[in-house]
């Protein structure tokens, strides 16, 4: 920066001093977020190709600031995990996500299944186990495969046995996991082996610029096969048009998720979407 004219220079700084400031009001106002009822899990429906039915959802958590207005997920769960903050939130988007699924077991379909993002710090931070994610299970009656576990590679990169047995602690319980934007990262097939991983996710970079010959399409057909051969069933992020949708269903893609279907949607509207489509 100092090779830079002192404008440029000046302008820089003016930005960095900015965004911490910014950070540190976002970490200030997210400890009370909860409380009022500023959070919200919205959900996106994730849809079996070959049947075109709604079987799952994801759940996103959104903040709506009173002043700043709405705040993405990619800015503020960084801020949270940061903090203790993120055993919070994700303990308080894992209880939402259960009920919704509840409800919808009941009415639409009884293998409906939730998943949930869960970040690394939460299985770091992680002092009492997994043991209060199985009461709320058990009172909701719900068996652990309800839920799918969203975890990326960095976790499974840091190996330690601690984390691992959480892992497992989670399965134990009947849980699933996915592993989310799968081919962005150091992937290696061989933590699909390893682990016992049940979905795998492929990142929207991956689907966006699928086109027939491309080597996008190329990849994605290899991560399939191998990912069945594995027996790992395939979910495509960020699928946005009816092309991108029927080159995953013709490479044998099994699961889809993306703006073509729906955007993330409260819950009363994805309760509302599944008691027409199904
Ligand atoms: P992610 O887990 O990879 O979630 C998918 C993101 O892609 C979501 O962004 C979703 O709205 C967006 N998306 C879905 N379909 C499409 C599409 O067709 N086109 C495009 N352009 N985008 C699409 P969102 O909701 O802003 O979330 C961003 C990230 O924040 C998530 O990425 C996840 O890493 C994190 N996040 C969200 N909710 C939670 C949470 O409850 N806990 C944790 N730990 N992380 C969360
Ligand atoms: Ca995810
Ligand atoms: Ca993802
Ligand atoms: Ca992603």
Not at 43 to 64: D, F, M, T
């Amino acid at each position: 920066a100092k090779r830079l004219g002192g404008n440029t220079f000046h302008y820089y700084s003016h930005t960095l001093q900015e965004s911490a400031t910014r950070r540190m009001r976002l970490d200030t106002d997210l400890r009370s977020a909860l409380e009022n009822q500023q959070l919200a899990v919205h959900y996106q429906p994730i849809v079996h190709l070959s049947s075109g039915k709604i079987q799952k959802a994801e759940a996103l958590v959104r903040w709506q600031h009173p002043t700043l207005g709405f705040v993405s997920p990619a800015e503020f769960i960084p801020v949270a995990e940061a903090s203790a903050l993120i055993i919070k939130i994700g303990d308080w988007v894992f209880q939402q996500a259960i009920m919704l699924a509840a409800q919808l077991r009941a009415v639409h379909d009884a293998d409906f299944q939730v998943s949930v993002n869960v970040s690394p710090v939460q299985f770091r931070l992680n002092r009492e186990g997994w043991q209060h994610w199985a009461e709320h299970l058990a009172r909701l009656k719900l068996p652990g495969k309800t839920v799918a576990v969203e975890i990326t590679e960095g976790l499974l990169m840091e190996s330690r046995d601690e984390i691992l047995n959480q892992l497992l602690l989670l399965r134990d319980m009947g849980m699933q996991v996915a592993l989310d934007d799968f081919g962005t990262g150091y992937s290696s097939l061989a933590y699909l082996q390893k682990f016992d991983i049940d979905y795998l996710k492929i990142d929207r970079a991956f689907v966006q610029n699928i086109s027939s010959g491309s080597s996008e399409l190329s990849l994605c057909e290899a991560m399939i096969v191998m990912a069945h051969k594995l027996g790992l069933k395939v979910i495509a992020e960020g699928i946005e048009t009816e092309e991108q949708c029927n080159m995953l269903r013709s490479i044998g893609c099994d699961y889809g998720q993306g703006f073509l279907f729906s955007r993330p949607i409260p819950a009363n509207d994805l309760y509302e979407l599944l008691g027409r489509t199904l």
